[in-house]
């Protein structure tokens, strides 16, 4: 399995761009973040057309996840386990949910494609929801991997969260001032290690930014950070032949701010080949 993550920015902007790369690059599941419309609005006639079936979840013109695969997608949903909401002004457990979920059973393969909160800044009511969302996530996790701990479990997406220094090549982002580099955030996404789950591209990949912002040639100076992360279990990670980030997908006519994230699976040889690179730590 060929499985990949792409905060794509707009699927109705670039739907061109996301079904070219999934047949170019031979992808079997394509897991996209902000698709930034509703089911109903989704462009699903090019993937169809490409051999892909969609499973899509939007609100509004706002976030928004699918998943894109060639095989058989099952058991989709929505949301985790104590997934939280947000809306400003809205306090308490029943604020509600934004479209930042999806999962879903790929040929044994259960892949989550997850947009987390931005947070906005260190005093914003939204950097307390990102916590809370990446707290419930972790539970949420370890819960199912409690349940299920044979099967492997992919949470792949934008994470907003840049956990290493050498993660962060932007100087606009400054730790103690900054979001996405507070000791809160980088504790919130190491956690998830201890719920059972680690980054798979790391050990293969150990350099790259995966998103430049669009203003003031961040791209060109090559001011990029990593956010943008695929997370295994240890079934997942066992499988792991190979990863890559598809850093020309930034570049081009009206490219996404992110690029592709990729990792190669072999469930049928990876437990057997004793050459196999070891990903999880």
Known sequence: MRLATWNIN????RVSRAVDFAVREDI???ALQEIKCKPEQFPYAPFEEAGYHVEAHGLNQWNGVAIASRLPITDVETSFAGMPGFAKGHEGPDAPLEARAIGATIDGVKVWSLYVPNGRSLDDPHYAYKLHWLDELRKATAAELQAKPDRPLALVGDFNIIPL???????????GVSTHVSPQERAAFFALKDAGVTDVVRPLIPEGFTYWDYQRLKFPRNEGIRIDFILGSRALADAVTGA???????????PSDHVPVVVDLDFGTADDDDDMPMIFA
């Open 28 to 30: 079997d599941v394509l």
């Open 10 to 13: 707009s699927i109705r902007t």
């Open 165 to 175: 220094p050498e993660d962060n090549g932007d100087p606009a982002i400054v730790e």
């Open 244 to 254: 890559s980030i598809h850093r020309n997908e930034r570049k081009g006519e009206q």
